[in-house]
């Protein structure tokens, strides 16, 4: 029987919001919890992605490496964020790096383990799936005005017209 703890922090995160009791209950039964203290690196962008994390407390950054402007954040996760997410989606390679930013505590699932567990109960895989993908719609949005801003043109100074020299 999962703790109850494990069975709280998974209903109330993107994870598990909506989810069954028994869905709820069978995810818990998967779930490890660890602790990473601040500064530590999670994974690395490009690594191989083997579980599927819950942030229950804690901060997380997702940085991503871009050509000629070196490390960009992406993102902070926080309390009911999923992490890891390529674990069960995809190649299974990891798209940022995640780095501790406060004391983080995570719920981990590994991902072979939790698409078995998908497999073999399709009402659990969908829900899990629909879950996921919602999550990810919501990531996705918040990375694209993040790259919005990194990539937009600067703006001239009020007054002045960029590139035109102006005579008199």
């Given at each position: 029987m999962p703790a109850l703890d494990t069975l709280h922090q998974l209903s109330t995160s993107s994870l598990g919001v909506g989810l069954s009791d028994d869905h709820l209950k069978r995810l818990a039964e998967l779930a490890t919890t660890e602790r990473f203290p601040a500064g530590r690196v999670i994974f690395k962008e490009a690594s191989t992605?083997?579980?599927?994390?819950?942030?229950?407390?804690?901060s997380v950054a997702l940085d991503m490496h871009v050509p000629l402007r070196g490390n960009v954040r992406l993102l902070t996760l926080g309390?009911?964020?999923?992490?890891?997410?390529?674990?069960?989606?995809?190649?299974?390679?990891?798209?940022?790096?995640?780095?501790?930013?406060?004391?983080a505590q995570l719920l981990n699932i590994p991902g072979t383990t939790l698409r078995k567990a998908c497999d073999d109960d399709p009402a659990l895989g969908y829900a899990v799936m629909d879950l996921v993908a919602r999550a990810l719609a919501k990531r996705l949005q918040g990375t694209r005005l993040q790259m919005l801003d990194l990539f937009k043109e600067p703006r001239p100074a009020p007054g002045k017209l960029s590139g035109v020299v102006a005579h008199d």
């Open positions: 992605a083997d579980h599927l994390a819950v942030v229950c407390s804690g309390s009911g964020d999923l992490l890891g997410w390529s674990a069960i989606v995809g190649d299974g390679i990891m798209t940022a790096t995640a780095t501790v930013l406060k004391d």
